[in-house]
């Protein structure tokens, strides 16, 4: 199998690890499943949960380094062993709470390596818990990590048991300074997702309560403001002239269209619908009413206000095209398209006025 | 109204002739089956040879692109008249597919 010398100490231990292998593949399996439904319960969404059952190679190195310390295969605590590596540094702490409260943690043997190094020191920086089933036996190890925690200690694991040769103080500095790095923008990305997620509250607040002047036109404000229903009444009134279902399609493609008006604020998104919901509404019943059409997509409304708006911008056919270009893609058959519109438009009441 | 489906360099092209409309639909429903089994190929819809469509042809597209579109799969209109085209324009489908 191997070149590793065992005492007859290290040889019984292994011969226990032999006889318990079923048992530990079944803990493996048992554990990892209660971790992935607890997490998924939970909404946290993690990089990666890995699960192993510790090879008879890999325990066979260990057990000739320190199989004197191990009475019995049972002091052994990593022959299972699961990693949970997260994207934020905070969800490490949320998978801990949860592994608390799905297994018994062995406090004595559990390590938070965060916590030992010195004030000015980086390194390895995980949570281990040693871990036992609530229904009782064996232990194992459960790792808690960052992704960026995780290609730290992958590489510092890789080069530094690479080889025989000792590693150069100045090149474990190095790996040093680049743990404390890793820390720093560890910390920085928690940072930003809980900046975001207090930006998306303030900008929800003030959809729900309407300041919508304050609130700048961007993607996460314009999927609230659509979220909050705006556009609901005008597709409705458009799909009632056939009697249309109205088939649910993303609206966000329209939002460089609206960009493209010059569009700041949706305050600005707001009186463009009022301004232009009645001819969007005229403009939709002399297409649809001559046809027997009765399925519409979400974004119908939204879409005929981008139209009136532009023709009462004197946009006219190029104006028309660059929204169905923007939306779908540049195309020569869009002008095709903006042809047929503008001439559908032009026998009603605001193409008339604007003559 | 008839339905044709062929390979095509490793894509899905099922060929529609005709009208595609109420009375055609439940046939071409059938026929569309195929595709929304595929996965992992492109899927095209060849409409060069298709006179009109109705809600109900609108409908088995969309189904199409609803089936493929969670496999990650495209699903290409081909050849569309420009009538038809505003058929989708008109209903606020036109961004929803992709047109060749």
């Known amino acids: 199998m191997n070149s590793v010398n065992l005492d007859q100490h290290g040889e019984a231990l292994l011969q226990q690890y032999r006889d318990l292998r079923p048992s530990l593949e079944q803990l493996c399996q048992q554990a990892y499943d209660l971790l992935c439904q607890a997490l998924a319960e939970q909404g946290i969404y993690v990089t990666a949960i890995e699960h192993r059952v510790k090879t008879e190679q890999s325990l066979a190195g260990k057990l000739e380094l320190k199989g004197a310390k191990y009475k019995s295969i049972d002091d052994v605590t990593d022959l299972v062993g699961l990693r949970v ?11 801990a709470v949860i592994a608390k409260r799905i297994f018994d943690i062995d406090w004595q043997e559990s390590v938070d390596k965060r916590k030992l190094h010195q004030l000015d020191a980086f390194g390895y920086n995980s949570l281990h818990y040693i871990c036992r089933l609530k229904t009782g036996g064996p232990r194992f190890e459960l790792q808690m990590r960052t992704a960026l925690q995780h290609v730290w200690s992958t590489i510092e694991h890789d080069t530094g048991y690479k080889g025989s040769v ?5 090149y474990k500095r190095q790996f040093s300074r ?3 790095m890793l820390e720093l923008i560890d910390d920085e990305f928690s940072r930003l997702r809980q900046e975001l997620t207090d930006y998306r509250r303030q900008i929800q607040s003030l959809v729900k309560s309407g300041q919508l002047d304050e609130v ?25 002239v056939n009697q249309a279902e109205i088939y649910p399609v993303s609206m966000m493609p329209f939002l460089p269209v609206l960009e493209s008006f010059g569009m700041e604020t949706l305050g600005d998104v707001q009186r463009f619908m009022e301004e232009n919901g009645e001819d969007a509404y005229q403009l939709a019943l002399a297409q649809l009413a001559v046809t027997d059409l009765d399925i519409l997509s979400s974004s119908t409304a939204l879409q005929y206000l981008c139209m009136v708006y532009v023709l009462k911008h004197d946009g006219g056919r190029e104006g028309l095209k660059s929204i169905f270009d923007t939306i779908n893609g540049e195309s020569e058959a869009n002008g095709v398209l903006a042809e047929m519109m503008l001439e559908q438009a032009e026998t009603l009441p605001f193409m008339q006025k604007k003559q | 109204m008839t339905t044709v489906l062929k390979e095509e360099n490793n894509d899905l092209v099922m060929y529609f002739e005709g009208r595609l409309d109420t009375s055609a639909a439940p046939e071409a429903e059938k026929a569309v089956a195929p595709l929304k089994e595929s996965s992992g190929r492109n899927i095209i819809l060849d409409c060069s040879q298709l006179d009109y469509i109705s809600s109900a042809g609108l409908r088995i597209f969309l189904s199409v692109l609803k089936s493929a579109k969670p496999k990650g799969d495209h699903v290409y209109i081909r050849g569309i008249s420009d009538s038809i085209r505003a058929v989708f324009a008109m209903t606020g489908f036109v961004n929803l597919f992709e047109f060749k």
Do not use: W
Not at chain 1, 222 to 240: E, G, M, S
């Open chain 1, 85 to 95: 590596i997260t994207f934020y540094t905070d969800d490490v702490d949320k998978v």
């Open chain 1, 166 to 170: 000792k590693i150069p103080r100045k």
């Open chain 1, 178 to 180: 680049l743990a404390g």
């Open chain 1, 216 to 240: 700048p036109l961007s993607l996460e404000s314009f999927r609230n403001f659509i979220d909050q229903n705006h556009f609901d009444y005008l597709n409705k009134r458009i799909a009632a």
